[in-house]
């Protein structure tokens, strides 16, 4: 149907008493399903999927007794499911309610009623409750998907009973309790299982038992499986889908595997403590997907299947040369290789510049050495190439120029020298350039601002560049990131950063979208960046926050120019370590989304100013070594910053938390440093009215939120925004407990 229908279906469609077949699918229609649908007793299939339907399920839809067939997934139906409609619906065949926000229990009226149902898909709602301790009658089901609920209780046993049951899907639910083989025996017919995300089940199956079926795919990732490797997989030679990621597996790969994995084209093992050497026979396997990483596997890598897409051993115990040397190289169809948190040594592999179809090469923290093969060039498909923390050399390859698709680059601590290769000016995709932490020298260069037009995340940080900052910097407008610390760069801070858009936009509602797709293996971009201190890791879920200028230890003069002010989505700004003189701006309290300010080791002067209490998100404050006069501003967020380190080396302010007194015009000490005594008539006072103050104004807060929706739906945006910025403070205080403790 197309969308000449509108939002509402025609009330012509009720006149047709013998009506039996309607498909409105993908119909643009919207608002509540007619109930006048339900009069027209003759219907047996009743199609309303991809729509925009809301409301809940109609109750009259149980007049419909001859109904054989009703899709009405892909809509956003909610509510509980009427238990009386399906009292009448005992021709039920197929019935599909997925995707939806439909809640509460599930009818028990859908498995006693529908005797006749072959297909039930009641996956992605919020459903709740347990399912049925005993259920008769759905002798005929073929198809049960339940996934990516709320469900929980005890997985029942009935479900081994459904002799003709092909798929199962209670995935992604809070469902408990030891499988067996009780649950399985008598589904002869099954071919898909799928029971992951299921923290509380344990399979417990006993090794001798044979299983009555051949699946065709297993899905048990995050139940608990080990810690030996489950055998009676051993029967299971058509299996093509095996994931048992997070299996709690804490055993070795059993030789026996190898005549089940060549029929495997999804393999998932990862997240296990799976020990030993991993497959020696790759090359005979089928297998498209593989992925076995965070294990304990050791070993060389010496060969890769050739019809392998993505391959992840990241995070195991590999060691040694990587090697692939044979004569059909160039017939790879790879497209992922991630290898990274590794042992691997030697230098690049050259072989990789046989894999044309390769998209993204992830080999960071490893101890490749040596210099980048030219041949890299030539991967004309490369979009991301992760290189980061090797020990990698020479000069950067002018070819990385001329990969048209290459979006993310990182070579951040490395050993590469020299300038920055004028080819890269031609990389107009490039979202992602880290070059931190390197020895590249030179000016930079202002085919940076004039090539790179996609570029959002740039850090050059602890490197030799040394010069102006071009003014070209200022027309990439899509740039979010800016780190330039630690190099020898000079001269004053370019006033057209005013024209970095990007940065005056709240990032931190948005829901980061990954520029490239990995979603096999669900990879996205990273950087790592100094925000707070140590090192932190910015995967694709936080690098929405990174709205940040480093400018930190070069030799930068001038002022900060009053445009900067102007950022107002910035949540880093750091210019310690350099000759900025002047003052702070008065109105550096417009920046409300800041949550990091280093102004430490400048020449800064003049009054503190009072609009910084305004920066309600500020957990990092340095001002310390400038020449700052005056009062110490105190209110709001400011109060939360007691340390008096913030302030130490400006010897002429006062006031709290310095230990410098301030006096005002007439010598009057500073009331804020003497010790105050509180009348106890006044606190009686305020405790006395605390009580009946706090119920008037909640009152006062709640009713308007009720009434008003716009109130209501900016309320809840700010808390959405306090979620993500208190999110964001959570990760980064873990990631730097990580960082300290890795480094004991």
Known sequence: ???????????????????????????????????????????????????????????????????????????????????????????????????????????????????????????????????????????????????????????????????????????????????????????????????????????????????????????????????????????????????????????????????????????????????????????ESRVVNLDLSHNQLSGSVMSIPYELEQLDLSNNLLSGLMVANDSKLGNWSLISLILKNNQLIGKFPDTLCNMKTIEYIYLQNNLFSSGLPTCLGSLEYLQVLDLTNNAFSGHIPRSLGYLPHLQSLHLHNNKFRGKLPATFQHLTRLVTLDLAENEISGILPSWIGEGLSSLKFMTLQSNNFHGEIPLELCYLSKLQMLNLAQNNISGSIPSCFGNLTAMTVDHSGERFVAFYSNASFGYGERLLDYMKGPELEFLTSSLTFLVSIDLSNNNISGEIPKEVISLSGLLNFNVSGNHIRGKIPDNIGILRELMFLDLSRNQLSGHIPQSLSNLSFLTRLNLSFNDFTGRIPTGNQLQTLDDSSIYTGNPQLCGIPSLNRCSDSNGTPDPGQENKEEDDDNHLWFYGALGPGFFVGFLGFCGPLHFIKSWRYAYYRFLNKVGNRLALAIAMKAAWFRQKFHKL
């Open 1 to 283: 149907m197309n969308d000449f229908l509108g939002a509402q279906i025609p009330e012509f469609l009720v006149s047709f008493k013998n009506l039996r077949y309607l498909n409105l699918s993908y119909s643009y229609l919207g608002g509540q399903i007619p109930l006048d649908l339900g009069r027209i007793s003759s219907l047996q299939y009743l199609d309303l999927h991809n729509n925009d339907f809301n409301g809940s399920f109609p109750v009259e839809f149980g007049n419909l007794a001859q109904l054989r067939h009703l899709d009405l997934s892909f809509n956003k139906l909610e509510g509980s499911i009427p238990a009386q409609t399906f009292s009448n619906l005992t021709q039920m065949e197929t019935l599909d309610l997925s995707v939806n926000n439909f809640s509460g229990s599930i009818p028990l009226e859908i498995f006693s009623n529908l005797t006749q149902i072959v297909k039930l898909q009641l996956s992605n709602n919020k459903f709740t409750g347990n399912l049925p301790a005993t259920v008769k009658g759905i002798t005929f089901l073929k198809e049960l998907y339940i996934g990516n609920n709320q469900l929980s209780g005890i997985l029942p046993v009935w479900l081994g009973e459904l002799s003709e049951l092909q798929s199962l899907d209670l995935s992604f639910n809070f469902i408990a309790g030891t499988i067996s083989q009780d649950h399985m025996r008598n589904l002869t017919r099954l071919k898909h299982l799928q029971l992951s995300s299921n923290l509380d089940i344990v399979v417990n199956i006993s090794f001798s038992w044979t299983p009555p079926f051949q699946l065709t795919s297993l899905s048990l990732s995050s139940c608990k499986v080990g810690p030996l490797f489950p055998q009676w997989l051993r029967n299971q030679i058509e299996i093509e889908d095996l994931l048992i990621s997070n299996g709690s597996i804490e055993d070795t790969i059993p030789d026996w595997f190898e005549e089940v994995y060549s029929t495997v084209k999804f393999l998932d093992l990862s997240h296990n403590q799976i020990k030993g050497k991993w497959f020696e026979k790759t090359l």
